[in-house]
């Protein structure tokens, strides 16, 4: 039984290990597109942001519900202010202070990222026609 375990756990061990030499390059390119958006969303710059968005930009408003809105690019600048004026989580005041401390990827950000998704913080990103773009936004309150 001890054997049987040790096994599993030293597969375990390589497979994650290979996985992150696997996304390398995938990681990289995230990142620098990550601290493109970033600064664009610490500038209020909504005109840029919505450059990394593709639209119509799905939104889940509620963590009880399931539902989902979408929001077009009209709309994204009252929507996304909105969002980051919305409240944060730990002692975070809002969204905005939220992200404001994320400008580099920590190494939970780094293990949610694939060759064609990526998760960060209340946002899904994926890769449309080659490039990545912002695709989904969890707009929900801090539980």
């Not at 375990?12 to 600064?39: D, M, N, R, T």
Request: aromatic share 12%; with cysteine; hydrophobic share 45%.
């Amino acid at each position: 039984m001890k054997h049987c375990l040790s096994a599993l756990i030293m597969c375990l061990i390589l497979l994650v290990g290979k996985a992150q030499q696997a996304s390398a390059p995938e990681v990289k390119e995230f990142e620098l597109y990550w601290k493109k958006v970033h600064a664009a969303i610490m500038k209020k710059d909504y005109t840029a942001v919505s450059r990394f968005i593709e639209f119509p930009l799905v939104v889940r408003k509620s963590i009880s519900d399931t539902a989902v809105t979408t929001v077009d690019a009209k709309e994204f600048a009252n929507f996304f202010s909105a969002y980051l004026d919305m409240p944060a989580r730990d002692s975070f005041i809002n969204k905005y202070g939220l992200l404001k401390n994320r400008r580099d990827l920590n190494d939970d950000d780094k293990s949610m990222i694939s060759e064609e998704s990526a998760t960060m913080e209340d946002f899904e990103f994926q890769k449309v026609d080659g490039q990545w773009k912002m695709v989904y936004v969890y707009a929900t309150q801090p539980e």
